[in-house]
């Protein structure tokens, strides 16, 4: 805490809350440990102190990342870093701080005019070559929470040794305060940090189009689009304008950039509550399709009319339905590329695994995390072989490689899309997926997170683990373990990770792991069977086993979530 008291200026937004914690004695909170380094970046509560997010917090990671880029990569022939930021309070504050960071040690910085989506950082870093990307986000975190990602050359998250090594080189920054930067003017003034022009939206924008399967300009698809204060408007309704998508309806409520997020209670397209605005508008004028993204749109959800309802689409749901889309057009088209290869994750659902056979499309699965995805597309092409689309079922998509995280954007163009392609035959997209169902199986999964305590440690994620893998097997007549692979050992070619997976009777299977960004710990169900009843009769069964079986984990779960 000294640092703190010897260096904060009382002219400090901060100095207030570092004064009546002081006065309280309150302060193990706030400086009993530091915001841990991890899963491609920094995520936290924003506030006074070590453990929580603030410029002190935004200066040690810049410092941090410049010695890793110094040492890794000597002989650059340019210095530069593409850094954008989302709605969120003090997204745009920490962007300037870590810029006039970078500035100083003669890095150029690539800012945006205004708020951007992680999609399109993600493609700037691509676009201007350049050696890192920062976006500053937690995503669909709470309002009182902030973040900074990393990215490597290629666009994507670094990867878990990365991760370290920068994480390495924090640790040996003493504070943030000691750390030097150039003021914000002056590095605008020298040029060292340069703003990102209309050229590059656009460029982005033409990469989005190009993805398009349907070149007619006038869709009949009447959806609602809200953005849920995030930042996705700007882009979104250039593109389905651009598409032809004029029927698009948008929740102008939610279109304002509130880092509050104060209409919903959750700015994640994964949770139903989160399109209660939206629907009121698809009822109101007559919609088919309700589309949300994240704050930093890389995550996207959907709800359909079916009957005279609107249905919530699962991330799975949603992408088996992308995927046999995809090659059901490119199929008509003449356009399915050679060595097509599926990437998805090892919690992400098993439809696709039988659309993919039929039609000799190669599935590499990944660890949880779009960066392994990206690691994925890397290895993909380096075979020769042709990335055509990849997906996790926390609602994140990606067609084309030119952005190499999960774009909602992306994803909202193929979602009106396909859409679209399936009214004009008379369907729905509830209608296509019970059709994908009764032709592959019926595979149900679903997803649960337990909240934890914030001081949960990762001894006690080994506990579980241990206990998991050392059951031989289950006291239950109807219940068999048939398989379980422990991925702390590293084995199949994955790193090793928190996660352990066990099958039950062959073809149902459970996933337990800790969230590389909040204090949960998720689960992860999946059945199938060949009649809807039986395998919702399945999952019921395996959910009410699996919960009972680890009630007895030396965990305190707090608080459950669906």
């Not at 995503?139 to 991760?163: A, F, R, W």
């Not at 605008?188 to 399967?213: C, P, T």
């Amino acid at each position: 805490m000294m640092p703190w008291k010897r260096h904060l200026p009382k002219t400090d937004d901060l100095y207030p809350e570092l004064k009546q914690i002081e006065d309280k004695r309150e302060t193990k909170e706030f400086f009993n440990g530091k915001l841990t380094f991890g899963t491609a970046g920094i995520r936290g509560k924003m506030g006074v102190g070590t453990n929580r997010l603030n410029k002190d917090t935004v200066r040690k990671v810049m410092q941090g990342l410049i010695i890793h880029l110094n040492a890794n990569y000597p002989n650059m022939e340019q210095k530069k870093v593409v850094i954008a930021y989302d709605t969120r309070h003090n997204s745009k504050q920490f962007a300037q701080e870590a810029a006039c960071v970078l500035a100083y040690s003669g890095y150029s910085v690539y800012l945006p005019p205004t708020v951007k989506p992680t999609p399109y950082l993600s493609f700037v870093v691509r676009y201007l070559k350049a050696n890192a990307g920062i976006m500053i986000t937690a995503s669909h975190n709470p309002p009182e929470y902030n973040g900074i990602k990393v990215y490597s050359k290629d666009g994507g998250q670094i990867l878990p040794e990365e991760t370290r090594q920068i994480s390495d080189k924090i640790a040996k920054v003493e504070h943030g305060f000691s750390v030097k930067l150039v003021s914000y003017d002056k590095a605008v003034q020298m040029g060292k940090i340069q703003f990102l022009s209309e050229k590059v939206d656009q460029a982005y924008i033409r990469s989005v189009l190009s993805l398009s399967h349907d070149d007619t300009h006038s869709k009949s698809l009447k959806v609602v689009y809200t953005p849920l204060h995030g930042s996705g408007t700007e882009l979104i309704k250039t593109v389905l304008k651009k598409a032809g998508y004029d029927q698009t309806i948008y929740v102008a409520e939610q279109e304002t950039l509130d880092p509050k997020f104060s209409t919903v209670t959750s700015p994640n397209p994964e949770d139903k509550s989160s399109f209660a605005l939206g629907l009121k508008y698809a009822q109101a004028e007559g919609a088919e399709l309700i589309i949300a993204t994240d704050p930093d749109v890389d995550r996207v959800g959907v709800m359909v009319k079916e009957g005279g309802k609107f249905i919530h689409l699962t991330g799975n749901e949603l992408g088996a339905l992308l995927f046999n889309y995809l090659i059901q057009r490119k199929i008509e088209l003449n356009r399915l590329p050679k060595e097509p290869v599926l990437i998805k994750t090892i919690v992400s659902t098993d439809l696709v695994n039988p659309i993919a056979a039929k039609n000799e499309i190669k599935i590499v699965q990944k660890l949880t995390g779009f960066k392994y995805i990206n690691e994925g597309i890397n290895q993909v092409l380096e075979r020769y072989e042709t990335f055509f689309f990849g997906f996790e079922e926390s609602c994140g998509y990606l067609v084309g490689d030119f952005v190499r995280d999960k774009d909602a954007i992306q994803a909202t163009l193929m979602i009106c899309e396909m859409a679209e392609y399936y009214k004009s035959m008379g369907k729905t997209l509830i209608q296509v997926l019970n059709e994908l169902y009764k032709e592959y199986g019926y595979y149900l999964t679903e997803t649960m997170s337990y909240s934890v305590d914030e001081l949960f440690d990762k001894g006690q994620i080994e506990d579980i683990i241990d206990y998991l893998c050392s059951i031989k097997q289950l006291s239950s007549n109807y219940f068999r373990i048939t398989k379980k692979i422990d991925y702390r050992r590293g084995i199949d070619g994955f790193p090793k990770a928190d996660v352990v997976k066990i099958w039950i009777n062959g073809d149902s299977w459970f996933v337990l792991r800790p969230s590389g960004t909040e204090p949960k710990i998720k689960l992860y169900l999946s059945v199938v069977d060949k009649k809807k009843e039986d395998a919702i009769r399945k999952m019921e069964e395996l959910r009410d086993f699996v919960l009972s079986f680890l009630s007895i984990l030396p965990v305190n779960f707090t608080n459950k979530e669906k």
